[in-house]
């Protein structure tokens, strides 16, 4: 913390100091070959690292913050294909989906938000690229796949992470860092089959010619979907109510659209410093129920393209700059059969009858510009480290090519063609948002047994104002092993574009929402040994300002968003992980999550309080590695005005047997979901579907890789 009261305080030299080997070791130095046992080159040989908490490799019991890192082979062993699969397996996180299908992302009780599939409080990076958007804020409303193909690792940081990344790290980050040469030379060549029609193939490759190193990837995945049965929609329950005479319009009962396909693509060309990035991906799905919660026609189309440039180079006396220039552009395009033909509406004049049913056409782009540049100073030249690191970025993100087209107003269920879908004037209006963020941070490892942490990131956008995100962690290692981080951290999200500008079905948007902060601090309590890693915390976050709908809006049927005093949340997570062996492991995750009404005190509703996780990687014959993984969740509770039943809790167990090296490279999988069929199901809101949502049942998927 002194080089943020001295921000100029000159390179110094200390007086050396005993350092014990095995921190000699974790430093990468050593005095001599006998300070050095096999046991601690054991424990630090392909040492795991994260990079979340402090922007610099460190391992993980060194990093001021929550983290959790899953490597590319625990992954396999999983059996996990993408993203959320791999989340549900740690402590804090839970994945429901929307009624389209799409995946919210929860982290710690805090909730997903308002617009369906946005997980606008995880902020998500692909090799510290942000995949959020600023139509939802989320980065799963256009990514309705995360795949783990291409995946080396997996960082999650829970709790705050606004002091480093700025706007959308609310509740947790996560960033998945992809294969390079380092890990792949040559190709590999993967392909899956399995229950739903489901197929999918990659292709993997890394080249290296001279000192220019290439890196890419190409997958196609396309599945039916379980098309899981619907026994009655929201219009069943408007059919209920109809006059005799008049025809029932529900399609229910019937069977959900959760048909998808998609194309990625992504490459990285390197050399020496420098390095230059692309990664584009199409998606089509068919809606799941739809927007509306009524069965019918349904249609999702989303793109998304990257491109970055970076480079990085050490300066002597200076320090370590790095780069960065950024572009990315995100598309949808989304056919919504909000009521099904036959549907009608009384009117004082009479019924009114639409045979075609009524839709909801939208196009929901942005792009987005950025650049940043950062410097990490080293302060001292001994042993004992001390870092200070400071940066400026600018972005600018703003919508292109809006439109919204229907066959009815759907705000005065007014007709306005017979048979074409016509522009509807003021549902989408263009937006923008220029972001200026400035932030420092400063790393002082006082001796082998404490490091402190303090930094501040000060962010001011053009459309939400000013925000000041302030962060101080101080991590002592203690005997046998142990440490203890004291973390606190401030984050916020801004208001989305969506509900700044946008009125679409069911909520009103409101241009004077104010941004929402979390104040969130954390104890954290962690073992560390070559066979055993086990850590505790437990935490508290205050929520202030969220964003939700308020009081009924002008619009028919529509409520106003508006800022409400916010959550506070409390919580416990557990995290263990054994080795027996070479292949052999044991792991096992828990929370307990607490998230209430600052204002009521009533619990937030659709997060689960208990969340569980339970396996094992277990080698058979030598040859096969069997993974059994049981998760288990808890029942979720209603909103206040909702008269249904918690949504009730479950235990699914999966199972993946992978068998690698079966003939040379070749390696094989064959994974359960789901193996005992359990019918669960996410809870959909008051109005919506009034059985929720119904969730797959037993399920196999089979995949074989060759690398050459």
Known sequence: MAALLHPLAPLRAEEPKAVSGKELVRLGFFQDFEELDIE??????GEVTVSLATRREMIPEDAPGSVSVVTAEEIRNLGARTLVDLLRTLPGFDVVVDSRGRSQILARGFPAGLADGASEGVLILLDGHRLNEDIDGGATAVNLELPLGNVRKVEVLRGPGSALFGEGALAAVVNLVSFDTQDLLGTELSAGFGSFGTQQYSLRTGVLLKEVTIAGFLR????????????ADVQSGVDETLPPGVQPASQAPGRTADDLRAIEAQYRIAYKGASLGFRLKNENAGGFIGLGGSLGDQDLNNRQVF???SYRRTLPKLGTLKGVARFSQSERSDLNGLYPPGFSLPLPAGRVFFPSGIFLQTALNTRRLGVETNLERPLTESL?????????????????????RGNV??????PVSDDSLQPLPGVVADASRTTLGLFVQDAWKQSDRLTLTAGARFDHGSDFGSALSPRAAAVLHLPHDMSLKLLYGRSYRAPTFAELRFDLPGLQA???LEKATADTVEAVLALRQRRLQASASVFAGFLHDAIAPGARGTLPGTRRLSNLPGVDTRGLEVEVRRSFGVSSSAFGSYA????????????VPGVSRHLATLGGTLTLAGRVNATPTLTLRSSRPRQPEDPRPAASGFALLDLNLRAPAVYKSLDLALRFGNLFGEDYVDPAPRLGVPGDYPRPGRSVFASASWRF
């Open 409 to 414: 107003d759907f705000r005065t269920l007014t």
């Open 307 to 309: 491109l970055d440039a």
């Open 40 to 45: 601690s080159l054991l424990e630090t040989a």
């Open 384 to 404: 004992i480290d001390h870092q200070i690191t400071a940066g400026i970025a600018l972005e600018r993100e703003s919508s292109f090519g809006l439109e919204a």
């Open 510 to 512: 409101n241009p004077a």
């Open 220 to 231: 196609f995945g396309d599945t039916n979907g379980p098309r899981l049965r619907v026994p």
């Open 592 to 603: 307990f999550v607490d998230p209430r009404d600052a204002e009521t005190g009533q619990r």
